[in-house]
């Protein structure tokens, strides 16, 4: 049995009992960071890395992500949260629909200007100016903080916001 003290004043208790799956999937990515180094897995997936969390805190989590996929490895992580988005190179968009009166899940992979709409439509809305230049500055961050950490030049931004 695990037990983990999730929350200041709180006795710690059996991690299957207490943590939500948000909790349980930011403790892996917490796991996978200190023991990268060791650890063999070529493939690691994230669901729900976001839950509870924002801003800030969504970055930081975003940059913890990019870590544990350094070195040859691949992290699937599904996401809701712009500021976590950002840091995949390889970002894709699932939506649902209906064909013939069955679900359907479509996949489109979002780069250039599709990106920079999807991370503003995940800000709140994909036309809003405001959105978009929220979206593609938090895309140059990331792509800045990736570079620096790689050692590889930061490619220029590919799409401009409107006015």
């Not at 349980?24 to 969390?53: N, W, Y």
């Not at 200007?113 to 809003?128: F, N, S, T």
């Amino acid at each position: 049995m695990f037990e983990v003290k999730l929350n200041e004043g709180l006795d710690s208790r059996p991690l299957s009992r207490v943590a939500s799956g948000g909790e349980l999937s930011r403790l892996m990515l917490a796991l996978k960071v200190v023991l990268a180094s060791h650890d063999v897995v070529p493939t690691l997936v994230f669901d729900e890395v976001d839950q509870g969390i924002g801003g800030e805190v969504g970055g930081r989590v975003g940059e913890a992500l990019m870590d544990v996929s350094r070195e040859g490895r691949q992290a699937l992580v599904i996401t809701h949260l712009p500021q976590i988005a950002v840091y995949a190179d390889q970002h894709l968009v699932v939506a649902k629909g209906k064909k013939g009166g069955v679900a359907t899940s479509d996949v489109a992979v979002a780069d250039g200007e599709a990106r920079v709409k999807e991370i503003a439509r995940m800000l709140g809305d994909a036309d809003m100016a405001t959105a978009r230049r929220h979206a593609l500055e938090l895309l140059k961050t990331a792509s800045e903080k990736s570079a620096s950490q790689s050692g590889t030049p930061s490619p220029p931004a590919r799409a401009h916001p409107t006015r």
